[in-house]
């Protein structure tokens, strides 16, 4: 055990020593503020005035603040496991369990560190979020809410490490393990739909992004974060008019008729979670025996 926790010490420090994969983990984050300050942020707003009134732009700055939270949890753990793919390529990795160090022990340790990473990063945007927020005349989460909101952020964080262990055991090259990168920075932000409300997409863009799993969080983090200025706006309107919006902004999910709770949604997550570590281990166990 105590060789697996200096282990994981060792991961985190790789990681936060190294600023270029800092950067490069919230890149996709920088990406999403600034098309939404420079181009998205005023036409949504406008576009919303008339139906959200003085809380159009709480409710617009709280949507796309919660994307991003989701966001990062893939891009965050992505970068940590850089570290693995570098160990491999110097075979540092070989070095590692020529000592009295067990395989198992060593995936975990970049499991681990992957996931501290993420919830650590994590953590960081939802302080940058709030600020944001804030200064565009928005108010702070109450307590009750930042204890949900971080507990999405776990199984968001737990789900997104796994995928991307799961991704990154096929890989045996920094270059490869690049080159999925920016393809996954540059689509994530599509597949959890914060570039545009949902509602707005074609049918089959929406069932891509219902069945992407992280959405699922991105999902829960709205309709943690966009409650308060929510309830103020709709104070008096329809139930109709409030769920028809909710589906548009993907603040909750229909499939068919049938709306999503959020217990589905944490379910999605944690099955997610599960079978992508499960599936990842195997994976590396056949590479093993070959």
Request: hydrophobic share 55%; proline share 2%; charged share 10%.
């Amino acid at each position: 055990m105590t060789v697996m926790i200096n282990l994981i010490k060792r991961n985190l420090k790789l990681f936060f020593r190294d600023r270029t994969s800092v950067f490069f983990s919230l890149l996709a984050v920088f990406i999403i503020i600034g098309l939404y300050v420079l181009f998205l942020g005023d036409m949504m707003t406008n576009n919303f005035k008339e139906l959200l009134g003085s809380n159009s732009r709480f409710i617009v700055d709280s949507w796309v603040m919660a994307g991003i939270l989701s966001v990062i949890s893939i891009t965050s753990t992505m970068g940590a496991f850089h570290i693995m793919i570098e160990d491999a390529t110097k075979k540092i990795s070989k070095d590692f369990l020529s000592a009295p160090l067990k395989r198992s022990q060593l995936a975990g340790g970049y499991i681990i560190s992957s996931f501290i990473v993420g919830v650590i990063m994590s953590i960081a945007a939802l302080i940058i979020s709030e600020i944001y927020i804030l200064a565009g005349g928005g108010s702070l989460l109450g307590l009750m809410s930042l204890l949900k909101l971080l507990g999405v952020m776990l199984l968001s964080v737990f789900a997104s490490s796994a995928m991307v262990f799961f991704i990154v055991s096929f890989f045996k090259s920094s270059s490869a393990f690049a080159s999925a990168s920016t393809i996954i920075g540059t689509l994530i932000g599509f597949l959890t739909g914060i570039y545009i409300p949902i509602g707005s997409l074609p049918s089959g863009v929406q069932t891509a992004i219902k069945i992407f799993p992280i959405s699922h969080s991105a999902a829960l983090f709205r309709q943690i974060m966009m409650e308060a200025p929510m309830s103020k706006a709709f104070a008096n309107a329809p139930a109709q008019v409030v769920t028809g919006f909710k589906q548009m902004m993907g603040i909750v999910f229909f499939f068919g008729d049938r709306e999503l709770s959020p217990l589905i949604n944490m379910l999605v997550l944690i099955v997610t979670g599960v079978v992508f570590l499960a599936l990842a281990i195997l994976n590396i166990s056949v590479k093993k025996k070959q």
